[in-house]
Every structure is written in C-alpha cells, then in structure tokens.
C-alpha cells in the first residue's frame, strides 16, 4: 500500500489539473457570453462588432489572460520562436486573442506532461507486470499524442471554419453588390453586410465587423484589406481583398468587379458540390465490398461447399 501511494498522488495531481482547466474553459466562455449580453442590452441593436474587440485587442481580460501571466510570472516563458505561424494557425481557426499562442504552448506543455503521467499512473494501479520498454513507449505515445493533438485540433477547426466562410461568401458578395448598387460607399456597405449576415452567416458578419472596425480606427482600406484577407486564412478571400484594393487603385467599377467575383465564387462552390457528389460511388463501393461480398460469396459457394462434403466424406471414408 505505501508503493502506491506516489503513484495515487500523481493520478490525482493529474485529475485535479484536467478538471480544473476544463472549469477554467467554462468559467471563460460563460463570462465572454455575459459581457457580449451585457453590451447587447446596453446599446441596443445587434452589432457583429460587438464580439470583436477595438483594434488593439484590448478585450476584458478573462482568466486564460490571467492564468498565462501567473504562469509567466513564475519563471515560464511560453514565447515561442514560431510564434507568427503559430499566430497565424489560431487565427485561421477562430483564435484571434493576443495571448491565443501563448495559450497554445501551455496547453501543449500541459498535455505533453499529463497524458504520460496518467497512463503510467493507470498502469501501475492496474497491478499488470509491465517491462521497462513497455513504460518506455506508453509514455512516449502518450507524449507525442499530447504533443500533436492541439495541432490536429486546430487543424480541423480551421478546416471547418474555411468550409463555412466559403460556403457563406458568395451571399456576402451578392449583399454587397446590393448595396454599392443603391448608392452605398464601399465602407458602409460592409457594416450593413454584416449586419444582416450576424444570424444566418456570423463568421462572415464578424469578419465585415472587424473590417469596418479597423476603418472607423483609422487604418487605410488597402491596409484592412490585406488584414482581412490574411486573418481570413481562405484563398478566395485574400484574392476578394486583392481585387478590391486593385479596383480602388486603378478606378474600374466596383459593382461590376463584385458582380464577376460573386459568379465565379459561386461557380466553384458548385464544382466543389459536384465533386464531393461524384466521390460517393466510390466511397461507397468500399464499404460494399467489405460487407457484402463475402455474405455474397459465402451464399454463392456453402451449397457446392456441402454437395462435394457430402461427397467425399463418404467416399474417403469408404461409407
């Protein structure tokens, strides 16, 4: 009973250290949905802006901004020398705080450290003789797997966070043409744009909010452009940004530029459409063959089976 003990201590070390990070998420997502609430009844309309913050960054500090200075205070520095791409990676897939990859590296750190621990831990409380190698590698996946699973995490939110803007582009670019048609400039056609798009497309509001925010701040539209574009991590977009900042560089018809770009966006949405439909048949071939082919071939094949069984058997016998 004493030899278990560090190793108890250690589970519940790494129990209590999950269980807080994850009342940590919650506590943080309540609060950021009532400080949104809380602004919403303060003034009034809905507003994608709202949910995006001044042109610093300068939000309300929560409790990962809090959590990550006390960590940094101590003696850790989560700065990291790929930290542009890494910047880069989170804004791609939605994370577009400031500390965001200073979050990221302590997330890491944290997983790397405590999936390795719990499995060693369970495996010496589960009472099995395991060998040296054995631990060995348990540890090692259990750290490459805390390791790179933040990484495939935000891979695939950044996967269906550029699904959705895709998807919901286009109808942003007929809005617009809308609006640049009845006499709106450029800039307030995005703010209306956003606007209307807040409920049925809201990563599509946001990222007009953000737009319109950095123009009220100052910043040239080319500049905001090129912002939009880079955070926006789709290749359609940076070419709507590009072709924009031409349009307002060389004095051709924004109307018409939009109206071109919106057919061609649409265009590829459906290529994409028809693409995914002509890949059916052969994913569904797969699971067709693996199933039903060897039912298939054993109903074909068991009545030959029993004829030459009954067959033989006799004859080898001599019945």
Known sequence: MIDLLPARLALLATVFAGVALL??????????????RKRIAAGGASDPRIAVGSL????????????????EARGLS??????T?????????????????????LIRLLLTLALPATVLSALYLSGRSMGLLSLYLGGS???????????????????????????????????????????LSLDMAFDRVGREMLASRPLVAQMFGEL?????AGRSREEALERLGERSGVDEIRSFAVLLIQSSQLGSSVAQALRTYAAEMRERRRLRAEEKAHRIPVLI???????????MIGVLMLPAVIRVVRTLLPAMTGG
Not at 78 to 83: A, H, M, P
């Open 85 to 105: 791409e890494i910047a880069r990676k989170l804004a791609a897939a939605g994370f577009t705080r400031s500390w965001a990859p200073r979050a990221f590296t």
């Open 78 to 83: 989560l700065s990291d020398s790929n930290e």
């Open 56 to 71: 610093r960054g300068g939000r309300s500090e929560g409790a990962w901004n809090r959590l990550l200075r006390f960590v």
């Open 141 to 183: 996946v259990a750290g490459l797997a805390g390791l790179y699973l933040p990484n495939l995490y935000v891979s695939a939110r950044a996967d269906r966070r550029r699904e959705r803007l895709v998807n919901g582009f286009p109808d942003a670019l007929d809005l617009l043409l809308v609006c640049v048609e009845a006499g």
């Open 23 to 36: 009342a940590l998420g919650i506590a943080t997502m309540i609060g950021g949905r009532w400080t949104v």
């Open 285 to 295: 071939s797969m699971p067709l063959v693996g199933c039903l082919l060897p039912a």
């Open 212 to 216: 319109v925010t950095q123009l009220r």
